[in-house]
């Protein structure tokens, strides 16, 4: 489009140049046969003064005619411009007035002049010849000249049927065709309405209905100045355009895809490096990282990608320790399942022994050490009620008092409606445990059990008076796989946690707050359940 559009304005602007400039040729050449014109006019309207009927077409021979003579020829002077090489009045026996140079012989030189009729009448212009018919000049020789000549027709007046003969210097004239061809590249023809050709370029041309014409005439004389163009040059200037377009969007087209191949290699090449990584992951290369360049939209790419790998290893190290405790737990049972029958039964046995003995505390003990184990050994619930734990608790604690005595006091503060909710099976014991263990010496000691709900979660506080945990101690107390742990101390609070956590969420467990010498409070957090009526749990 941009092309059709600077083409076509190209052939306007050209176009509109070339009439322009044949224009211009047309005004100069104008200027010089108007000058010539008012010359031979002047010239004409002095001979048809009566006072100059002296001046005859013979030599003069008397002081009168030689004075008229001299007046005649300083008006011829005086007419002459710095362009006029001569104005001349040849009279018909050969004589001649003006400048004394001519060689009127050698007017026959003149090709135009030769064919002039004897009865022509009127303005008779000779067009461009060489100025060769002076008395010094060979016919080789003369500069360019443009000649008019007139007839003296009027039967009133001097020298009748004497010629005028006016020529000027045509140089620059001819100069400017020559620049007009030059810049045009035009074939230029001047004809005289006769069809004579009066000047015309030296190259050839053959007309073509194609071929673009300029034409002018000259007022002056009816001149026809015609430039004729062929329409393959009148359109070059178009195809070089034409040709510096294609080649300036070839180059383009070459530029753009060369930075585009460039620009995009960069990003190809991120991107088919992350490929790479995905497919090392998806192969199990979990160690796969992939570099962030910058920060752009393939730089967040990378980011996120390795947050992800990074988080599916977290992931899969989190799968890997709950299937590894979970095989650690059936083995556990496994242990537990050996033959409780035999110990209920040989526990049954030395209740009755005691109690037919009169033992009555030893059967005590056997009694709820019984009820204790029986709760412990059934583990076909992980998740029991709330309320069923508390009875293994006083179980638990009903021995403690018949080894220690009344020495301790247990203080539980809990709604009925709250037992109801499940908690992991075997969680409090352990804790209970640890405060006789290491809390309480000699059983001695208030132990304080409350729960309570907020919105849809129970919270379970636990609290002693007992010796309490050392901080260090304290602060490895519920950390997994800590190498440091010597003794029974401390994982029972551990396994505790981690049944929390793998019931309901990471984000639930125990908390232990402890001051050596003051006592210990363990909270728990956990979301409500209640057990199904087909042994399913279900959330509140």
Request: aromatic share 10%; proline share 4%.
């Amino acid at each position: 489009m941009s092309y059709y559009q600077s083409a076509k304005v190209i052939n306007s602007q050209f176009g509109k140049y070339g009439e322009n400039a044949v224009a211009q040729l047309e005004q100069q050449t104008s200027s010089y046969l108007n000058r010539m014109n008012q010359t031979t006019e002047t010239v004409y309207s002095y001979l048809l003064d009566p006072a100059r009927v002296d001046l005859g077409d013979q030599a003069p021979t008397t002081y009168k005619e030689i004075m008229d003579k001299d007046d005649f020829e300083v008006l011829l002077k005086a007419l002459k411009t710095d362009r006029t090489t001569g104005i001349y009045i040849i009279t018909s026996s050969g004589y001649y007035y003006g400048e004394n140079n001519l060689d009127v012989s050698k007017l026959g030189l003149i090709p135009a002049w030769q064919s002039m009729l004897d009865t022509q009448e009127g303005k008779y212009w000779l067009g461009f010849y060489p100025q060769n018919h002076g008395m010094k000049e060979s016919e080789e020789s003369g500069i360019p000249v443009l000649g008019l000549a007139v007839p003296i027709t009027n039967p009133y007046g001097a020298l009748r049927g004497s010629k005028i003969l006016i020529e000027e210097n045509a140089g620059d004239l001819l100069h400017m065709f020559k620049l007009f061809e030059n810049d045009t590249k035009a074939h230029l023809r001047i004809t005289n309405p006769q069809g004579r050709i009066i000047y015309e370029t030296q190259s050839t041309i053959t007309s073509q209905p194609s071929d673009i014409v300029w034409n002018k005439t000259v007022a002056a004389n009816q001149w026809t100045l015609e430039a004729r163009l062929p329409a393959r040059l009148f359109y070059s200037s178009s195809g070089i355009i034409r040709s510096n377009t294609i080649l300036v969007a070839v180059v383009s087209c070459l530029l753009a895809f060369g930075f585009a191949y460039w620009f995009s290699s960069r990003f190809t090449a991120r991107i088919r490096r992350l490929k790479d990584a995905m497919q090392k992951v998806g192969f199990g290369k979990l160690q796969t990282r992939t570099q962030v360049e910058a920060r752009d939209e393939l730089g967040s790419l990378d980011t996120s990608f390795n947050n992800m790998v990074r988080g599916i290893q977290t992931l899969i190290g989190e799968v890997e320790r709950s299937e590894r405790l979970k095989k650690e737990a059936e083995l556990k049972a496994f242990h537990y399942q050996i033959n409780p029958h035999l110990l209920f039964n040989t526990l049954n046995s030395i209740q009755w022994k005691a109690r037919l003995q009169g033992a009555e505390d030893i059967r005590q003990m056997l009694y709820h050490l019984t009820m204790v184990l029986e709760g412990n050994l059934d583990i076909s619930q992980e998740l029991i009620p709330l309320g069923r734990e508390l009875r293994m608790i006083e179980h638990f604690l009903k021995i403690q008092e018949v080894r220690y005595g009344p020495v301790f006091t247990y203080e539980l503060v809990c709604d009925e409606q709250l037992k109801q909710y499940l908690i992991p099976r075997m969680t409090l014991q352990p804790l209970f445990e640890n405060i006789f263990f290491h809390g309480f010496e000699d059983g001695k000691g208030v132990i304080r059990l409350s729960v309570r709900e907020a919105g849809n979660q129970l919270l379970l506080a636990l609290s002693d008076n007992g010796a309490g945990i050392p901080a260090d101690k304290l602060k490895r107390l519920l950390q997994p796989g800590d190498t440091k742990r010597k003794g029974r101390g401390g994982l029972g609070v551990l396994n505790a946690d981690q049944k929390f956590k793998l019931h309901f969420g990471q984000q639930y467990g125990l908390a232990v707050q402890s001051i050596q010498g003051e006592g210990t409070t363990i909270t728990m957090e956990w979301p409500k359940k209640e057990e199904s009526p087909h042994g399913n749990s279900e959330d509140h």
